[in-house]
């Protein structure tokens, strides 16, 4: 895919070279201008998504640029004998999701703008029209609530375990996929070891009907039927939106429609809710009080219906969510970071950088560093079990997000390891601390609940390591006791009788024990 992209881009520029001096043969005033190209989705679920642009045509040279209310992106191309093709020209700097070069191509004729959109993925087709640029603008932001603090709910008293539609799925969730997945968590056995929640992340939304009442798109013909087949497999189902008009996908969010979206997910039977900021940042200001707000609002609206609803805020981190206002707007899990991607860098980078906010965090308000990557292909086996002894560590949700039905022997061994989930959703919680990090090496270590440690021995370098562990590492209740050691990972105890243990680390691998003194 990104060779054709690479293909049509080239013929652009080709053409821009050669065509650039010839006279203009079309009449300039009716390209100028706002358009909103209007093509579907292309995952076929009926939605239509519009994209803005604002074109300049000098001659046969398309410029201007692709309007997402406030994210302006370039654009540039060529107009020759009615035929159109143009490109986004993303930054350097441009957020992964903008990387891409989006092409667009068709014919400007009789003014009738008709394009295709290629984002390196799909292409699909439809007809600009012409608009004002009011059009293209946000809407104008509502007034927002005095702030308060939003009582707990009382939930998620360890941290939520269960599967998001995200990382593996993206636009192509649908009723029968969902179902699918919450047949496999039960007979994979991965609700035996804690994992409960389905959760429905982003696209599953149509539009509102004459009353502003949310709508699924075709993709989910009768959500409540959904939520039955769920519970009745002894789960609980999660759902997805945005304080903002759109989703993240250009969906429709909960703006203006906060308290009645809260409504209709508890009608539904809805048991979890992920909110996702996305182009609220397009009407609101970027601030801790403001985001507060924001999210406060949803989440009094959430307790307003009196069904037990997990509030999962997706907010990237911004503003100190952790100690300024997560907890005080109601919510039991709020993301620390940006989007994980499924290779070692992502997760390397987005895991050992929660360390420092990982006290910030209490039984009911969970750090979320993102969902899991186990099992979707772009790591090694010792990079995801790497992953999944972190986040345990770190008393991250553990939010599986690969396929449940295609699970191999050994992404089921990482996501079901019983001994790792227990440090995980250990009762009594304690914070992880760094007790060493040398070069590439760093340990780490959380006290339990029974008075045992759990501590992770992990090499972040691209070489095997030998690594000691010395027993001065451990908390003074340690000293002089015989000490009870267990590998995690080989299911095996260890024997540690002098002052250190010596051991093995896998490249981009981890060493997790758990031990206790007797
Ligand atoms: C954002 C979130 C992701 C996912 C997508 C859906 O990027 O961070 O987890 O929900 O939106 O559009």
New binding site residues.
């Given amino acids: 895919m990104r060779r054709f992209v690479g293909r049509r881009t080239g013929i652009i520029l080709g053409c821009l070279a050669v065509c650039i001096c010839a006279p203009a043969a079309i009449a300039q005033a009716q390209l100028d201008g706002y358009w909103d190209l209007q093509t579907p989705n292309p995952s076929g679920d009926g939605t239509i998504l519009d994209t803005f642009f604002q074109i300049h045509q000098n001659g046969r040279t398309i410029s201007g640029s692709l309007i997402r209310w406030h994210h302006i992106i370039p654009i540039a191309g060529i107009l020759q004998n009615g035929t159109i093709h143009f490109t986004t020209q993303p930054p350097a700097a441009a957020p992964r999701w903008e990387r891409q070069p989006i092409v667009f191509s068709g014919t400007f004729a009789n003014g009738k703008l008709m394009l295709s959109r290629n984002d390196g993925e799909n292409t699909t087709h439809g007809l600009a029209r012409h608009v004002t640029e009011a059009a293209t603008q946000p809407p104008k932001p509502l007034p927002l609530p005095a702030l308060h603090d939003v009582p707990d709910n009382g939930l998620v008293r360890t941290p939520p375990m269960g599967w998001n539609s995200?990382n593996k799925f993206a636009d192509k969730v649908d009723d029968a996929s969902v179902r699918a997945m919450a047949d496999a968590m039960v007979s994979s056995g991965m609700s035996k070891v804690g994992y409960t929640y389905i959760n429905i992340?982003?696209t599953w939304e149509l539009g509102r009907d004459a009353s502003g009442n949310i709508v699924p798109n075709k993709k989910f013909p009768d959500m409540k039927a959904l939520a039955d087949y769920v519970h009745s497999k002894g789960l609980k189902i999660g759902i997805?939106s945005s304080p903002g008009p759109k989703?993240?996908?250009y969906y429709e969010g909960s703006f203006a429609h906060v308290q009645q979206d809260a409504a209709t997910y508890a009608a539904w039977g809805i048991d979890y809710l992920?909110y996702?900021l996305?182009t609220d940042l397009d009407v609101y200001k970027d601030d801790a009080p403001t985001l507060q707000a924001i999210y406060q609002e949803m989440g009094d609206a959430l307790q307003a219906t009196h069904r037990p609803i997990v509030y999962s805020l997706?907010e990237?981190g911004r503003a100190q969510v952790w100690n300024e206002w997560g907890e005080k707007s109601g919510g039991n899990l709020w993301?620390t970071t940006g989007?994980i991607e499924d290779r070692w860098e992502s997760m390397d980078k987005i895991g050992f950088s929660q360390i420092r906010i990982a006290g910030f965090v209490k039984p009911g308000h969970w750090n979320d560093p993102?969902?899991l990557e186990i099992g979707n292909g772009g790591m090694t086996a010792d990079e995801y079990r790497t992953h999944m002894s972190l986040w345990s560590l770190l008393a991250a949700p553990l939010i599986a997000g690969n396929d449940l039905r295609t699970m191999t022997d050994e992404t089921k061994s990482i996501l079901m390891n019983a001994e790792v989930i227990a440090i995980d959703q250990d009762p009594e919680f304690q914070s992880v601390t760094e007790v060493s990090h040398v070069g590439k090496i760093e340990v780490l270590l959380r006290p339990l609940g029974d008075g045992s440690v759990a501590l992770g021995i992990f090499n972040r370098g691209s070489e095997p390591a030998t690594e000691k562990f010395a027993r001065i590492h451990l908390p003074g209740r340690f000293v002089g006791k015989t000490l009870q050691v267990r590998d995690l990972w080989k299911h095996a105890d260890v024997a540690f009788t002098g002052d250190e243990l010596t051991t093995n680390v896998p490249k981009h691998g981890v060493v997790l024990l758990r031990i206790s003194a007797q």
Avoid: G, L, P, Q
């Fill in positions: 995200w992340d982003d997805y989703t993240c996908a992920k996702d996305c997706c990237y993301r989007d993102d969902m």
